[in-house]
């Protein structure tokens, strides 16, 4: 996969060799602003991709953002794809939690997010008017918790 990068220290990488996603950072120091109640942050990664047609470049939140810092993804995944072009990739973060002050601006090189590649073949849509399933009539949340 061919990478443009608008900051050498940005490159992508993985941090373990059994590792599905690689790491992303910020290109550069990036401040919070207030949105409707909830401080947010856009952090550019620093790179552009050319993702293959057919596959789907995801950018995931990091686990320890949520548990440490209770900080996602405003989107929660990020999808970039062949149509995304030569455009830098940025990171929209969102911090779960209410507070007046002003939550410290994320740090240039800072571990923000990760991304995978996954194969995303196409599908075409058959208009039915049933599947013919029992218990078709359930749906979300019918499993219980």
Do not use: H
């Amino acid at each position: 996969m061919r990478i443009i990068l608008f900051d050498t220290k940005c490159k992508p990488k993985y941090s373990n060799i059994d590792d599905s996603g690689m790491d992303v950072f910020a290109s550069k120091e990036t401040d919070w602003f207030l949105k409707d109640g909830l401080w947010r942050c856009n952090v550019p990664l620093g790179f552009a991709l050319e993702c293959p047609n057919g596959y789907g470049v995801f950018l995931l939140s990091r686990s320890g953002m949520g548990k440490n810092n209770s900080i996602s993804l405003v989107n929660s995944v990020g999808l970039g794809d062949r149509s995304f072009g030569e455009n830098e990739y940025v990171a929209m973060l969102i911090k779960l939690a209410t507070t007046t002050s002003i939550p410290e601006p994320v740090k240039q090189y800072q571990k923000i997010a990760q991304i995978v590649v996954i194969e995303t073949p196409k599908i075409y849509l058959n208009e039915v008017d049933s599947f013919g399933y029992k218990n078709s009539k359930k749906g979300f949340g019918s499993s219980g918790i």
